[in-house]
């Protein structure tokens, strides 16, 4: 019998999941620990409206402090959870025990840290929170030299926001193209192309050796022997799961903490969701971590469920979106390097309205849009399905009859 549960964690993981408990009729009592001094509020939109300028924080709460006064739930924030006894199923906030029935972790990810630039003293950020975006856009204007080091999702849309708020943007990448390892080479050249045309100063195969002070710059030293001078670094190098509390609890964590494919972790009572769950996927047939909005919102709902009693799968296929400029793309599947033997491009790529599809034998392991909205039901619908591949190429044959 579930009477008492404790959510930790403060992303759209946690705030979907104490939704859900109470959309299913959960009355009993809910104990939400949140680390940073928010309720629970999505990110994507920290790196594209909200850094532009054209929506306000606040709105990207998944709930309004409100909401969660009104429904019963004891909405701690600016409280870190750091010990977690499971044999006694407490979770402590400093000498504060708080006992749980059941146990959502949701802690989500944190950036990786690029200890040159951390040490450098020099003016370098990172871009996770509220307050990292509203201090980034607070630099933003015309004449604004900004590096990025990383193109990876954050770093291009930080630099597609930044150049359209007029900044001078150098982009430093040190594979052979931004997101090849998710895109591969003929849609990561799409979007490479794309910053370029738009003035982004994007230079692949980098490796830098040194970051440091010069007088207000900051200096970027390259293997080559020459030198980048901006007044700003964004460091987006990814992120790494943020596995603190459980592996205190003495949880198995490999990659994320360790789930089955109902989100259980190794200890009795404990879930774990989102960007912090390396989860057994029964489609992929392998754990799976993903660190993308959909499936914080797909996790959240599947561990409310479980957490009361249910055996619902997490089984949905990760699913991720972008907006840089004007260009919009949505993805489904997982295509890793290797896990795929060809890529298939229909429409009008120049122009920057088409689909992609990336095949493995005939079975299309993922597919994407882009600006081309109304072909989302068909990737679904395709993605993790066997075609006839002759006939996904062929523009003649839609792809509603493909
Ligand atoms: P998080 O959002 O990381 O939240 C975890 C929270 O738990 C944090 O607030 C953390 O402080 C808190 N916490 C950690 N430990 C403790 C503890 N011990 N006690 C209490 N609290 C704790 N995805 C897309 O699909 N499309 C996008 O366009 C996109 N854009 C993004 C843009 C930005 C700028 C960022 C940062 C991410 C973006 N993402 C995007 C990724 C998406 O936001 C994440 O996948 C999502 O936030 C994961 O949610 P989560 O709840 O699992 O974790």
């Known amino acids: 019998m579930v009477d008492r549960i404790v959510v930790v964690g403060g992303g759209l993981a946690a705030g979907t999941a104490v939704v859900e408990l109470r959309e299913r009729g959960f009355d009993g009592s809910i104990v939400l620990l949140a680390a940073e001094d928010h309720a629970p509020y999505e990110r994507p939109p920290l790196s594209k409206a909200v850094l532009l300028g054209q929506a306000e924080p606040d709105s990207t709460a998944v709930k309004d402090r409100q909401w969660y006064d009104e429904h019963g739930v004891d909405l701690r924030t600016g409280a870190r959870a750091d010990g977690l006894d499971t044999g006694r199923r407490l979770v402590l906030v400093g000498r504060e025990e708080i006992a749980y029935d059941a146990l959502l972790l ?18 370098v950020s990172y871009l996770r929170t509220i307050e990292d975006s509203a201090g980034l856009r607070s630099r933003f204007g015309d004449g604004l030299r900004l590096g990025v080091l990383g193109g990876g999702w954050i770093g291009l849309e930080a630099a597609a926001a930044a150049r359209t708020s007029g900044a001078d943007v150098t982009v430093l990448e040190s594979m052979d193209l931004p997101l090849v390892r998710v895109l591969g080479p003929e849609v990561a050249g799409v979007l490479a192309q794309m910053h370029r045309d738009h003035g982004v100063d994007l230079r692949t195969r980098t ?56 989100l259980r972790t190794s200890a009795a009572g404990v879930w774990a969701a989102g960007d912090v769950a390396n ?42 979106f972008t907006d840089q ?14 896990g795929y033997d ?30 081309d909205w109304d072909a989302i039901d068909d990737v679904r619908r395709i993605v993790d399905t066997t075609v006839n591949p002759a006939r996904l190429a062929d523009e003649a044959v839609a792809l509603s009859d493909v």
Not at 342 to 350: A, D, I, M, Q, S
Request: net charge negative; no cysteine.
């Open 279 to 320: 989860a057994d996927h029964p489609l992929l047939g392998r754990p799976i971590r993903v660190e993308h909005w959909d499936t914080a919102i797909q996790h959240g709902k599947v561990a409310a469920a479980n957490m009361l009693g249910e055996q619902v799968d997490a089984d949905a296929l990760p699913y991720f």
């Open 207 to 262: 490796e830098v050796t040194a970051i440091g002070r010069a007088g207000d710059d900051v200096q970027i030293s390259f293997v080559d022997g020459s030198t980048l001078e901006v007044d700003h670094l964004l460091v987006g190098v990814g992120v790494e799961p943020d596995t603190t509390l459980a592996e205190v609890g003495g949880l198995v964590v490999d990659n994320g903490i360790r789930t089955d494919r109902h």
């Open 325 to 338: 400029y004007d260009f919009g793309m949505e993805y489904v599947g997982n295509a890793p390097p290797g």
């Open 342 to 371: 060809k890529v298939l491009l229909r429409g009008n790529v120049e122009g920057l309205t088409f689909t992609a599809w990336w095949l493995d034998g005939d079975r299309v392991v993922a597919g994407m849009h882009a600006n």
């Open 106 to 123: 949701a802690t989500g990810a944190r950036p990786r840290r690029f200890a040159m630039a951390d040490d450098s003293g020099a003016s």
